[in-house]
């Protein structure tokens, strides 16, 4: 490995030459001789720098962006070469959408880690657009997302169906009704999640649905914010059943029973698009398609 590009890359994010040093257990005078040599061999200067500040060029926005992708890969390949030598072991960091991640994961991960005890994940949670672009740019090593993607370079495995209905509070007026009107919700509050949601996504699949666009909304950041807001009367929305969970067995939120309802999708397993995995990541993965269809 470019001893170089992993100074360049610490400097560049601790935005610091001291701590950067620190961080590397190196002299500072050590760090700047590294930068020095990275922008003599480039031809060019990669780091703006003052007393007060450290600020990357445009050269150095280039230099920076394919250094983490190049540290990502090395830290890859050591990883899949020492596999070879060992039972499956070390980090897999895992990156997964706000539902799964949230309330099927962590389950998913002790199954996995009572027979692979040896195995150190790390675990991301960001929406589905954030999770795609981590594992493009080798931040993760796999990610798990809402419904499915077409971008360039991934690998995607659909591997479990996931429902939502739409939810309100237990004492909402139409919770004990039998047959709703769709139009009737358009007069409701709808709490919906964030653009790049997969969640948010499939909301807007139900509204269409109900052949509407609700006058009234407020957006929240994750799911769990949207429940405590519909129990405390905030609004109703469209949720998972996987995160309804618990609130559906202790009676704080009730399933509208409507025409077109529960909608599917899928939860996808996504990678890029390599010939090798490490163990862990093939455990991980096999671990989720099998529990899918036991």
Same mark, same amino acid.
């Given at each position: 490995?470019?001893?170089? !590009? !992993?100074?360049?890359?610490?400097?560049?994010?601790?935005?610091?030459?001291?701590?950067?040093?620190?961080?590397?257990?190196?002299?500072?005078?050590?760090?700047?001789?590294?930068?020095?040599? !990275?922008?003599?061999?480039?031809?060019?200067?990669?780091?703006?720098?003052?007393?007060?500040?450290?600020?990357?060029?445009?050269?150095?926005?280039?230099?920076?962006?394919?250094?983490?992708?190049?540290?990502?890969?090395? /830290?890859?390949?050591?990883?899949?070469?020492?596999?070879?030598?060992?039972?499956?072991?070390?980090?897999?960091?895992?990156?997964?959408?706000?539902?799964?991640?949230?309330?099927?994961?962590?389950?998913?991960?002790?199954?996995?880690?009572?027979?692979?005890?040896?195995?150190?994940?790390?675990?991301?949670?960001?929406?589905?657009?954030?999770?795609?672009?981590?594992?493009?740019?080798?931040?993760?090593?796999?990610?798990?997302?809402?419904?499915?993607?077409? /971008?360039?370079?991934?690998?995607?495995?659909?591997?479990?169906?996931?429902?939502?209905?739409?939810?309100?509070?237990?004492?909402?007026?139409?919770?004990?009704?039998?047959?709703?009107?769709?139009?009737?919700?358009?007069?409701?509050?709808?709490?919906?999640?964030?653009?790049?949601?997969?969640?948010?996504?499939?909301?807007?699949?139900?509204?269409?649905?109900?052949?509407?666009?609700?006058?009234?909304?407020? @957006?929240?950041?994750?799911?769990?914010?949207?429940?405590?807001?519909?129990?405390?009367?905030?609004?109703?929305?469209?949720?998972?059943?996987?995160?309804?969970?618990?609130? !559906?067995?202790?009676?704080?939120?009730?399933?509208?029973?409507?025409?077109?309802?529960?909608?599917?999708?899928?939860?996808?397993?996504? @990678?890029?698009?390599?010939?090798?995995?490490?163990? /862990?990541?093939?455990?991980?993965?096999?671990?989720?398609?099998?529990?899918?269809?036991?």
């Amino acid at each position: 490995m470019d001893q170089s !590009l !992993l100074v360049f890359t610490t400097v560049v994010e601790q935005k610091n030459f001291t701590r950067a040093a620190e961080l590397l257990h190196m002299t500072q005078p050590a760090v700047s001789n590294y930068i020095q040599s !990275l922008e003599k061999n480039m031809g060019i200067k990669l780091l703006e720098r003052t007393n007060k500040y450290v600020r990357l060029s445009k050269a150095g926005e280039i230099v920076f962006h394919h250094a983490t992708e190049i540290l990502g890969l090395y /830290a890859r390949m050591e990883r899949l070469i020492d596999d070879l030598k060992h039972t499956a072991s070390g980090p897999i960091s895992i990156g997964a959408s706000y539902t799964f991640g949230e309330y099927i994961l962590p389950h998913k991960i002790a199954s996995m880690l009572k027979m692979y005890p040896l195995v150190n994940p790390i675990i991301t949670i960001k929406n589905s657009h954030e999770i795609i672009n981590l594992l493009m740019k080798h931040k993760i090593d796999v990610g798990i997302i809402e419904g499915e993607t077409n /971008a360039d370079h991934l690998k995607m495995i659909p591997f479990a169906i996931d429902e939502l209905s739409i939810t309100v509070p237990s004492n909402h007026p139409l919770a004990a009704a039998n047959k709703i009107d769709p139009l009737l919700l358009n007069l409701e509050t709808w709490l919906v999640r964030e653009e790049g949601s997969g969640t948010r996504e499939m909301q807007e699949k139900g509204f269409k649905q109900m052949g509407f666009s609700p006058k009234k909304c407020r @957006t929240f950041g994750s799911t769990q914010v949207i429940k405590e807001s519909i129990e405390a009367g905030l609004g109703i929305s469209i949720l998972s059943h996987a995160s309804i969970k618990n609130e !559906l067995e202790l009676g704080k939120v009730k399933i509208l029973e409507i025409d077109g309802f529960p909608i599917s999708r899928n939860f996808s397993i996504i @990678t890029p698009q390599v010939e090798f995995h490490t163990k /862990a990541v093939e455990i991980f993965i096999e671990s989720l398609v099998k529990n899918s269809t036991d």
